[in-house]
């Protein structure tokens, strides 16, 4: 089977979830679980399949840049509908789900760079794997930090927006971002060890930046969590420092990728 037809499902499908959560948002009304999960869920069985299709290699897997993008807004998608079904987080599907229709598109229709296969050792795909949990958590720590960002804004404004409206009381998000964040960097950490583990040489010429930034981006997610439980900090504190750390961590993975395959074609 072709991908074609899954990448096309999967984008409608999130078309569908996205207008349905809009309008229901819109009119200041929570969208239903039992009618938005079983549509993001559905797109996410088409995403996966297509995904699936994509990153099979006769030597690996080809994780190309718009693969990694999918993979990695699939991965955000799956776990903020999982996380749904005991935590408020269901907003933050209005953000995920363009995402993931504009990734599912890139990575069957835009043609990719210099196509890296990986080798399938259980070691290597271990540390794939976290990386990717990694990224897809600490991705929802970064949106959440920003819709934390606007619900401040409009309520220190006294102009909370529909929107607004529908979200968890301030501390409650808050809550919710350091709980991303502590899963997160705990998987970032496993995602470094299992590359400092099983990679030949972490630092070898076309891993070093890309190595170099993620370790930055670890410290500061670190110093961010440390100041959280010494020093209480909170608000656009804690914001700045997700948003730094989440920024220095998708230019280490996607900006070493994007030069590697579309500049330097290595």
Not at 76 to 85: D, E, K, M, N
Not at 236 to 250: D, E, Q, S, V
């Amino acid at each position: 089977m072709h991908p074609l037809l899954p990448s096309l499902a999967a984008a409608f499908l999130y078309i569908g979830a996205t207008a349905y959560q809009g309008l229901r948002l819109s009119q200041r009304k929570l969208p239903s679980k039992r009618v938005l999960a079983p549509l993001v869920l559905l797109a996410l069985f088409f995403h996966g399949d297509t995904l699936f299709m994509q990153l099979r290699a006769e030597a690996g897997l080809a994780l190309d840049f718009f693969n990694a993008a999918s993979l990695i807004a699939y991965a955000a998608i799956l776990l903020t509908i999982v996380a749904s079904a005991r935590i408020p987080v269901l907003n933050l599907l209005l953000l995920f789900l363009p995402l993931g229709i504009l990734t599912v598109l890139l990575a069957q229709f835009v043609p990719a760079g210099t196509v890296p296969v990986i080798n399938e050792k259980p070691g290597i795909l271990a540390h794939i794997l976290l990386s990717i949990l990694a990224y897809g958590m600490l991705t929802i720590a970064a949106f959440q930090a920003l819709l934390l960002l606007l619900q401040d804004h409009q309520l220190k404004h006294k102009h909370p927006s529909g929107l607004i409206k529908n979200f968890p009381p301030l501390q409650t998000m808050e809550s919710l971002l350091f709980g991303f964040l502590w899963a997160g960097w705990a998987l970032l950490s496993l995602s470094l060890i299992s590359g400092w583990l099983f990679l030949d040489n972490l630092f070898a010429q076309h891993l070093v930046h890309k190595t170099f930034l993620a370790c930055v981006a670890w410290l500061i997610f670190a110093v961010l969590l440390w100041g959280r439980h010494q020093r209480g900090w909170r608000g656009h504190k804690a914001i700045r420092w997700t948003l730094a750390g989440f920024c220095l961590l998708m230019l280490a993975y996607f900006g070493s990728k994007l030069v590697r395959e579309f500049i330097l074609h290595i």
